[in-house]
């Protein structure tokens, strides 16, 4: 196999190779057939009616946001586009968006259509690549509302599910999307055409039985067509979604329920091309709290999965991209969910039917949504406009769809070349913790360890029989990796294999304190200002400002890892902390303690004090326990937080428990000690 160059992206991704992209099996590979990861942005705007401009041009150079994408470790940019919108000028208005022509000059007067033209071209020049999605007829936003492509003709009501008289036929659809194929012909930059967005059950959608609604034949029709004009580039297909069961003779399963999307399908009825081995299938998947999808996370997730779209994968038949994926990642369920799909993509859940892969092959590509802030769920990655002002919370899960080669290639720019020599220098002390993409542990070979797309890599190069991994530990001359399934496995140096071959629940580690900020404050290895913390132990957060703390950080952070008992005193300070297991007491002085606990049961302690315990998690159905100081039970009051959860009050101003989510709860359900 030929060798194929990578240039680094940012957070140790590596952007994809130049040429044109195609399928074997289920990889998704180069011109030269090694196996590539499309690890893609989502960038809103042009899903709007005529005139809609992309997002975040009235603050910054489209510039310098594709250079906000790279930097963020992207290699690829889904871009959508609207029939209505396609060659329109943007209006230039608040409501469809503004463009500030002092930093963009050379967008003024242009189309949508010729300012993707200069979206692409600057695209190449920094090595990103381009995905083209068609999002709806009229520019009604989101998903279109009659659950179809077109919205006039055989096969509608003649308007778009939301109130706009139809205007695109099928015929009508077709060529606008050969128009836009034939403006980026031969341009490598562009790798694909994502044919629909979220087609649904509403528009009686069937899969290759015929008539005016058959998304298998249209995806293979207007397939063909884009590739008589531009055959390099991949033609990706998304699954009707259904949030029950689709009928039956609709040539889908009629037992199983996708609300990601349907390609239950293609197991004997796959899309077929002119071109071959260019056919992409996507679904995409949200948490509950924006898609409404009830079972997001766990083993009813990954059943569903497996169905749905996962057997594609291990079965080796094609690739899935998540076209599109997202979430702020500031709730207990949207984490979850994260954990079960990153894991899924990732390789980990092989022993309950999901894929896994070896060698040299790619995990399941996906689309974060969405670049820049944004004003509701899922927030958007980034705080600002341009480069920098990234939502950690979001890095932490997108550092675990980086693109990262695993074999037949050598790298260029800041990214490491292929190989397995060990490297000088001093073992890392006992006890050394990695965790995301940053930091490395050095074992006594002179091995270098990291994280590099939820993998282990070693001395740069990934071990591609591991994946979710979000931590690695070095205890007592052993290299030890957890991966988003809390299961832990260790290096055995002389059969090199990873074990036990389940992995274990127990840490490697007992009880640690990695790192805790308070203000200038930090605490490295468990000891600040001369005091050691271990199981048991009590951290003072007394010194003003704020502490973040969060499970899995790196700096400014306090992580605790396997403790079983946790006592955190936040005095003045507001703190936010992830805690898992055991019995964990807090004490909020006169600061809030935000508190999310781990995936077991957590017994939580409130003490006297005036600040307010927010506890993000708490859940009677897995056994948390809630226990409260005695003194305080007189006061004892429960109102609604204003936010679906319920407010437990002691009769002092600003001083009590939120529990979050939580609806009611009774006096009996708490004990008071």
């Known amino acids: 196999m030929t060798a194929s160059t990578y240039t680094a992206s940012g957070r140790g991704g590596d952007l994809l190779p130049s040429g044109y992209l195609s399928t074997q099996g289920n990889q998704i590979v180069d011109a030269n057939g090694n196996p590539v990861r499309i690890d893609s942005i989502g960038w809103n705007g042009t899903a709007g009616p005529a005139g809609s401009a992309l997002q975040g041009l009235w603050a910054a150079s489209y ?18 586009w609207t029939d209505v919108n396609l060659n329109a000028v943007p209006a230039n208005t608040p409501a ?5 022509f002092s930093q963009n000059p050379d967008l003024k007067g242009l189309t949508t259509l010729q300012t993707f033209q200069k979206i692409v071209a600057y695209a190449s020049q920094i090595g990103l690549k381009i995905i083209f999605d068609h999002h709806n007829n009229e520019g009604s936003g989101g998903q279109q509302a009659n659950g179809l492509w077109f919205d006039s003709g055989p096969g509608t009501n003649g308007t778009d599910g939301s109130g706009h008289t139809g205007t695109v036929t099928a015929a009508k659809f077709q060529q606008d999307w050969v128009q836009l194929a034939q403006t980026f012909a031969g341009n490598s930059t562009v790798i694909g055409y994502d044919l629909d967005n979220e087609p649904t059950s509403v528009g009686k959608i069937n899969w290759g039985q015929g008539g005016p609604t058959d998304i298998k034949a249209m995806y293979q029709t207007v397939g063909n067509a884009i590739q008589a004009v531009d055959p390099g580039a991949l033609i990706i297909c998304e699954g009707p979604q259904f949030y029950s069961p689709p009928p039956s003779g609709s040539g889908m399963n009629s037992k199983v329920a996708a609300p990601e999307g349907d390609l239950t399908g293609v197991a004997t009825n796959p899309v077929v091309l002119n071109a071959p081995n260019k056919v992409v299938y996507s679904v995409h998947e949200y948490p509950k709290e924006i898609s409404a999808i009830t079972k997001d996370s766990g083993t009813a997730a990954i059943q569903r999965y497996n169905q749905v779209w996962g057997y594609l994968v291990s079965q080796n038949i094609a690739p899935v991209w998540i076209g599109e994926m997202g979430a702020s990642m500031k709730s207990s369920d949207s984490k979850a969910w994260a954990s079960t799909l990153l894991g899924y993509m990732n390789g980990a859940y092989g022993a309950q039917g999901g ?33 920098g002002h990234y939502r950690p919370e979001q890095q932490a899960i997108t550092d675990q769809m980086l693109f990262k080669p695993a074999s037949g290639g050598t790298t260029s720019g800041t990214t490491t070349t292929f190989g397995t020599t060990t490297t000088s220098g001093t073992a890392s002390p006992n006890a050394t913790i990695v965790t ?20 282990v890599a070693v001395n740069g190069t990934p071990d591609t029989l591991t994946s979710g991994v979000i931590k690695l530990a070095y205890v007592n001359g052993t ?19 990873w074990g036990p071959t389940n992995g274990t629940s127990t840490p490697p580690i007992s009880a640690t304190v990695e790192a805790i900020s308070t203000g200038s404050t930090t605490m490295i290895d468990g000891t600040i200002a001369g005091q050691t913390t271990s199981q048991g132990a009590t951290v003072d957060l007394s010194a003003p400002g704020t502490a973040q703390v969060v499970l899995g950080s790196t700096a400014d952070t306090l992580t605790f890892i396997g403790m079983s008992s946790v006592s955190l005193t936040a005095g003045t300070a507001n703190a936010v902390v992830t805690a898992d297991g055991g019995t964990n007491s807090f004490v909020a002085g006169s600061g809030t303690l935000d508190v999310t606990g781990g995936h077991g049961a957590d017994a939580y302690t409130f003490q006297a004090g005036d600040g307010l315990l927010k ?10 326990t809630l226990t409260v100081d005695k003194s305080l039970q007189a006061g004892f009051s429960q109102t609604s937080d204003g936010h679906g959860g319920v407010l437990i009050g002691f009769g002092t101003s600003g001083h009590g428990i939120d529990l979050v989510g ?6 009996s359900q708490l004990h008071f000690v």
């Not at 469809?96 to 500030?100: N, P, Q, R, Y």
């Not at 995990?363 to 406009?385: F, I, Y």
């Open 63 to 80: 510039e310098s946001i594709l250079d906000s994408m790279k930097a963020d470790g992207f290699n690829t940019v889904r871009i959508p």
């Open 96 to 100: 469809l968006g503004t463009i500030d």
């Open 355 to 387: 894929p896994t892969f070896s060698g040299n092959q790619q995990p399941v590509s996906g689309s974060w949504w969405v670049v820049g802030p944004q004003s509701d769920n899922p927030d958007g990655t980034q705080t600002a406009w341009g480069p």
């Open 436 to 455: 995301g993409s940053t930091g490395s542990i050095t074992d006594a070979q002179g091995k270098v360890w990291t994280i590099a797309g939820g993998q």
């Open 479 to 497: 290299v030890w990796q957890e991966n988003s399934a809390d299961r832990w496995g260790a290096w055995n140096s002389a059969t090199s294999v």
């Open 615 to 624: 506890i993000e998690d708490f859940s009677f159905a897995k056994g948390d």
């Open 662 to 667: 939580v609806s009611s709860i009774q006096a």
